[in-house]
């Protein structure tokens, strides 16, 4: 008998990947990623940070499942089919991560302005209790630096205890602040990989307005 392949899922991975490499300049990640089940515990600063996680855990192969909020969860059903959850499944959830795959909860509860991490919910930490699976801290930006559009950093703290939670991820999220100050807007910031490409600049390939202008004006 023929599997019936999840086509609808492949549509809506496909539209997330797209969103990713035409909108932002690219995504870079660094620390040590988590080779089993794991709960993710991200800093929430943007409406990307999800998609970060999933394509991260796409390309290594990773069955990856990200909470969302119930009503966000009614306004885009189809996120589903790329692996969101309710906030309401807590034990499906649970059942997820002891299989051994990731499950992302944003524990600051709503997206919250730049800067050190709000009051965190202790929802994540549960989870991974009760899974018996690491608690990961996770610092997210995505923020514009030397690029014509946005770029996506992500840094992966090293497992903490629920009590821990807190102040690893305040950590996290400073190391993160800190390597991006010190780097080249031009450039990712020491020891960060490239996981997607990005759509070009302007300013790496300058488009035929430009070049019309540069031709125009004689400045060359």
């Known amino acids: 008998m023929a599997v019936r392949q999840d ?11 797209r969103s990713l490499r035409t909108d932002l300049a690219g995504v870079f990640v660094t620390g040590p990623l988590p080779p089993g089940g794991a709960v993710l515990a991200p800093n929430h600063q943007s409406w990307w940070d999800g998609y970060l996680l999933a394509e991260l855990a796409w390309q290594l192969g990773q069955d990856c499942r990200v909470m969302m909020t119930e009503r966000q969860l009614a306004r ?7 692996g969101a959850m309710g906030t309401g499944e807590v034990r499906a959830a649970v059942r997820h991560a002891r299989s051994g795959g990731w499950v992302v909860v944003f524990p600051e509860g709503a997206l919250q302005p730049p800067g050190p991490p ?25 923020l514009v630096r030397g690029a014509q559009k946005p770029e996506g950093f992500v840094r992966f703290g090293v497992a903490a205890s ?7 991820l305040g950590q996290t999220v400073a190391r993160l602040d800190a390597d991006l100050q010190a780097a080249d807007p031009d450039a990712p910031p020491a020891g960060y990989l490239r996981w997607v490409r990005g759509a070009a600049s302007v300013h790496d ?9 540069t031709r125009l004006t004689g400045d060359r």
Not at 118 to 125: E, I, Q, R, S, V
Not at 205 to 213: D, E, F, I, K, Q
């Open 7 to 17: 086509w609808a899922g492949d549509m809506v991975r496909g539209s997330i990947r």
């Open 76 to 82: 885009f059903p189809f996120l589903r089919r790329a």
């Open 118 to 142: 709000g009051p965190l919910h202790p929802g994540a930490a549960w989870m991974a209790r009760q899974a018996g699976v690491p608690l990961v801290p996770v610092g997210l930006r995505v």
């Open 162 to 168: 629920p009590a821990e939670l807190p102040g690893a």
């Open 205 to 213: 390939r300058p488009g035929l307005p430009a070049r019309l202008l």
